[in-house]
């Protein structure tokens, strides 16, 4: 053991969660959000899986940023291509939670009712969370129609340090 | 969306287990395992508690390697401060099936029951394991005498690229 | 092993989820909808916790049904007086799509974040959804306004047998 | 709301874990096991799968006894026919940790790596554990050679009432 320590830096970590399927609205919704995220040093964490996810994570990844996908499956051969850690929980869809746990703020886009209980769980534990589409009008979600609305909400939420 | 795709190289993972409080030679086993595999480009995932797994990300990110932890808990700030990458789970020890499904193998180092649990289930998942100290002789579990050993089975595991 | 083969009669479970703590309204509710679902053969699951969990459990218990607990932590000491079968998890919220899988139905009984997530877990699911009070026009969720009617839309759901 | 309060009898379970599938041994074993314990007023609880998991059940049912399997994936329907009470997790093999917290004692029948998770995680939380079989000699597992045995270490550990 050495004298010297090292205090790595945390990531900082934004959820994006939606539909495993997507319009191309929420596609490019995500798309540009992953990419505003990591210009501003966030990471994306997302459940890995296509739709929104994909899109988040290939925005997130043509900036360089980090992408974490929280996966329900064992393989991490199942995450899509844009993930760079890729997580295989075998728990199903309870790693939803784990997925909005993850990060700091929590940005819905489009989704049904899987996206519907992650945008509760992240409530229910107290993170923020904005909305875009579907169930923006939850008591709780800000409704936003731009992701640099998004991002804005973000950083009012979690500061930008 | 845009016509070029990026297909993001994905990190790779090995998981190393052990006890949150760890003797001064498992401490040490694991800073060097940590070391060892952040310098051949591996990434370490581990609970991100104390003992064996802070030296194990110690090690790791003295080299610059990625460190992540699988958290029981559900507050990324108590990860131990040499983890750079802090997914908060909120599951109790029931994150210790992730920690070692998210490496490609896995490295225990001493430890107790808890330990013994996620030998068990890497085991189950078809994981190679290797084992320093405690739990060495479970039947499939390689039992390693030095980090350099640890790293030459995980390379005969799991081959190099 | 024995020639003669007992098929053991499944209990049918439904679920009832809502809130730690109840305005009377709710408790009154859910202790006459436990109680009537006793009446018809029915056991009831829930989280195990109070307010409408432990006021559904009382009616079901009085009319001497089964009652689940599916709890939160790891002790089952920690359930209500008026569970018969405790079941500690130590996976947090997460148990709550547990609670919502076990049952042929959903009831939700007011409630916050955390019976959203049930209710949007059960729906993604495939479960049938009734609500009383804060949820109940949640799109999937059939709204009712009696313990009568709540049952009523389970026999319509599940049958009788 | 009524005004007398009926203190619910907890039903008192014992754990018995093992494998899918079971040497003619290990399912006589387990089928006596579940039927002793039933006779001693005491339920069984498992992962509801085949294997020792069925002998225990189809001997505890036989004698009248709970039976609770609490399966691994989504669907009632995957339990075995001597399972009474059938909760469906989806969360894999993670299930195991809530199979072993259910019960106050546990007792394993052969099986392989899940069931040796099965006693790591039982031992880690503290509950007291014997072992017939394959993993009897891990350090904290009390050996029996007969389901009477088996019986006699839980009560002993647990008493009688």
Chains 1, 2, 3, 4 share one sequence.
Request: overall charge negative; hydrophobic content about 45%; some cysteine.
């Amino acid at each position: 053991m050495q004298n010297i320590y090292y205090f790595t830096p945390m990531y900082r970590l934004i959820s994006i969660v939606g539909g495993n399927t997507a319009s191309q609205e929420e596609s490019g919704f995500a798309f540009s959000l992953g990419g505003l995220l990591a210009g501003m040093g966030f990471s994306v964490v997302c459940g890995g899986g296509g739709g929104v996810m994909e899109a988040a994570c290939m925005g997130c990844a043509e900036e360089g940023g980090l992408t974490v996908g929280i996966l329900s499956g064992e393989e991490r051969t199942a995450a899509n291509p844009f993930v760079s850690l890729a997580l295989p929980t075998g728990i199903g869809v309870s790693r939803n939670r784990m997925v909005v746990l993850a990060g700091e703020a929590v940005c819905a886009v489009g989704g049904a009712y899987g996206t519907l209980s992650e945008i509760a769980l992240a409530l229910q534990a107290g993170k923020p969370v904005c909305g875009f589409g579907n169930w923006d009008s939850i008591p709780g979600v800000r409704k936003v129609s731009s992701p640099q609305e998004a991002v804005e909400f973000v950083l009012e939420m979690i500061g930008e340090n």
